[in-house]
T-cell receptor
Framework: EAQVTQNPRYLITVTGKKLTVTCSQN?????MSWYRQDPGLGLRQIYY???????DKGDVPEGYKVSRKEKRNFPLILESPSPNQTSLYFC??????????????FGPGTRLTVL | QKEVEQNSGPLSVPEGAIASLNCTYS??????FFWYRQYSGKSPELIMF????GDKEDGRFTAQLNKASQYVSLLIRDSQPSDSATYLC????????????FGKGTLLTVNP
């Protein structure tokens, strides 16, 4: 089954304790992206990657890191989480096409609470 | 700052009616337009995408695009209670980043 998986699905942590949210896709997609979704603010892009070893900042990258060592994986790293990073996080992937994104497939989401 | 605007709703329609969801965008160079449906606590799932001016139909769903007016809409015919969800309009403005700029979404409620 074609899918994007994220782990963990739920996480409660404390300020300053480093954490990693994993994202993996089995569709051989070149493009992957992380979004966060907050009430009243909608979905905002954190980081994206056009291919292996190619990553760049989105709209709200502060406090986050990413890496793309393999095509299928795109982990999101919070080196020192703070309460303002409490949010619902989505990983997404899509094929690259000259017309731009066709369908972006979203993972199931990770609900993060930072105390 | 590229913006995508949607009425937050809630939009309430009776079962069997047509639901009309609207979206405007600020970047005139935007190239691709998407409608996602998101149930509470779930991930967005794509319903329709449209590139060209005019209408695009898929089953009970019709997307309409008017680039001159910077307006995109989604019509849902014969609305069902299972259509009750938040509908997100998303826009791609071109370039190497496939980032979608999302509206905040319209909550649709279909009443039996």
């Amino acid at each position: 089954e074609a899918q994007v998986t994220q782990n963990p699905r739920y996480l409660i942590t404390v300020t300053g304790k480093k954490l990693t949210v994993t994202c993996s896709q089995n569709m051989n997609h070149e493009y992957m992206s992380w979004y966060r979704q907050d009430p009243g603010l909608g979905l905002r892009q954190i980081y994206y990657s056009m291919n292996v070893e190619v990553t760049d900042k989105g709209d709200v990258p502060e406090g986050y890191k990413v890496s793309r060592k393999e095509k299928r994986n795109f982990p999101l790293i919070l080196e020192s989480p703070s309460p303002n990073q409490t949010s619902l996080y989505f990983c997404a992937s899509s094929l690259r096409d000259f017309k731009g994104p066709n369908e972006q497939f979203f993972g199931p989401g990770t609900r993060l609470t930072v105390l | 700052q590229k913006e995508v605007e949607q009425n937050s709703g809630p939009l309430s329609v009776p079962e069997g009616a047509i639901a009309s969801l609207n979206c405007t965008y600020s970047d005139r160079g935007s190239q691709s337009f998407f409608w996602y449906r998101q149930y509470s606590g779930k991930s967005p799932e794509l319903i329709m995408f449209i590139y060209s001016n005019g209408d695009k139909e898929d089953g009970r769903f019709t997307a309409q695009l008017n680039k001159a007016s910077q307006y995109v809409s989604l019509l849902i015919r014969d609305s069902q209670p299972s259509d009750s969800a938040t509908y997100l309009c998303a826009v791609w403005s071109g370039g190497s980043n496939y980032k979608l700029t999302f509206g905040k979404g319209t909550l649709l409620t279909v009443n039996p």
